[in-house]
Structures are given as C-alpha cells and as structure tokens.
Antibody, heavy 119, light 110 residues
Framework: QLQLQESGPGLVKPSETLSLTCTVSGGSISSIYHYWAWIRQPPGKGLEWIGS?????????THNPSLKSRVTISVDMPKNQFSLKLASVTAADTAVYYCARRENAMDSWGQGTQVNVSS | QSALTQPRSVSGSPGQSVTISCTGT?????????VSWYQQFPGKAPKLIIY???KRPSGVPDRFSGSKSGNTASLTISGLQAEDEADYYCCSYAGSYNYVFGSGTKVTVL
C-alpha cells in the first residue's frame, strides 16, 4: 500500500528557506502514470495548490505569483523522494504542508507536517 | 487565480441529502471534466471521494455523488450519516498542469 511521509523542520525563521522532503514507500516515484504534488493549508483555512513534479524532473508550479517565484520542487529517484523548497518565507507561509500523489486526482496523501515561520 | 467558491457551511439531518456547490470559471471547472472532491476531518489529511466529476474511488460509499453543469460542480451526500460530518473541498484542473481548490465547506449533521 502506497504511503507518503513528509519530513523537515517545523520552525523556519522569516526570510529563510523552507525545505521539506516527501518519502514514498509501497510504490515507485518513477511511475509513468503519476505526478507528485505539494499542497498546503494555513491554520483554519483551505487547501492551496503549490505545484507538482514528474519523475523525469518536469515541474509545474502554481500560477499564484506570490508563490511561484519562490518555489522549487525536485525529485530524487534513487531515494524515492521528492522535495519542496520555498524561499524568503514570511508568517503567511505558516501552514500544514502535504505531499500527495496525483493521477486523475490527488489519490494518496501524506499525513501533513506543520511548519511555523517565526523568529 | 482565485479559489473556487463553495458555501461556508451546509447542514442536514441524518438520512437527508445535502448538496455542496463549487463555482469556478470557464478557465477551470467550465473547461475540464477534472473536478475532484476531498473529505477532511480535523487534524487529518484530505481523502479523495470523487474524481473526474462523477467517479468514486474504491471504498467510497455510493451515497457520495458528483455532477457538473457549466462552471459549477456539485457534491451530493445522500442518506446523510453522522460520520459524514467533516470539511469538504472541491478541486479543479486549471490548465498547464495547474490545479485550484475550493474554499471549503463544513458539513454539519444535525
């Protein structure tokens, strides 16, 4: 059974870079049928699409200009992982960050990891 | 790109039906049959319950159904049960491998 697990620091200082990794188990990140996505949810708010990556390394980022210019998603096939970097964070980036597998929709999700941006 | 519009909350008694609307534009909901719905309990990850507008993943009860007309998609929960009390989010493909989520709806079982 496919499992995804987010990992990374729970606290990041303003202006620094948020870095998270999603480890995929029970399935291969090199599947030709799937994309791998990052989604976040600020406290008490709705879900926000960040972007996705294909195993080949092709990336597709949100059209939200406040995010797009700061986001980098990468894949590490030997480790069966994909990662998110978000630069120049502010308090507005405080959220639960989820990784997910996308085929026709996001059919498998990690449990989510809370990231707080604070000095 | 703005979030899709959902009612903040809907409620119903056990056994009743409730419908959640999800209104987008002709750049997302109106252009693609790639609308999905997610159920989320407090403190938990979302769970896919509808994809491609009307399809249910294996294991999702058939009291959950989806539809779409123009720029508005809908999720209907028939025979509402206490365990259906949760937040529900729609999501639509918006072109160029980009997706947009709805604002979320809290379903309360009275």
């Amino acid at each position: 059974q496919l499992q995804l697990q987010e990992s990374g620091p729970g606290l990041v200082k303003p202006s620094e870079t948020l870095s998270l990794t999603c480890t995929v188990s029970g399935g291969s990140i090199s599947s030709i049928y799937h994309y791998w996505a990052w989604i976040r949810q600020p406290p008490g708010k709705g879900l926000e699409w960040i972007g996705s990556i294909y195993y080949s390394g092709s990336t597709f980022y949100t059209h939200n200009p406040s995010l797009k210019s700061r986001v980098t998603i990468s894949v590490d096939m030997p480790k069966n992982q994909f990662s998110l970097k978000l630069a120049s964070v502010t308090a507005a980036d405080t959220a639960v960050y989820y990784c997910a597998r996308r085929e026709n929709a996001m059919d498998s999700w990690g449990q989510g990891t809370q990231v707080n941006v604070s000095s | 790109q703005s979030a899709l519009t959902q009612p903040r909350s809907v409620s119903g008694s056990p056994g009743q039906s409730v419908t959640i609307s999800c209104t987008g534009t002709n750049s997302d909901v109106g252009s693609y049959n790639y609308v999905s719905w997610y159920q989320q309990f407090p403190g938990k990850a979302p769970k896919l319950i509808i994809y491609d507008v009307t399809k249910r993943p294996s294991g999702v009860p058939d009291r959950f159904s989806g539809s779409k007309s123009g720029n508005t998609a809908s999720l209907t929960i028939s025979g509402l049960q206490a365990e259906d009390e949760a937040d529900y989010y729609c999501c639509s493909y918006a072109g160029s491998y980009n997706y947009v989520f709805g604002s979320g709806t809290k379903v309360t079982v009275l």
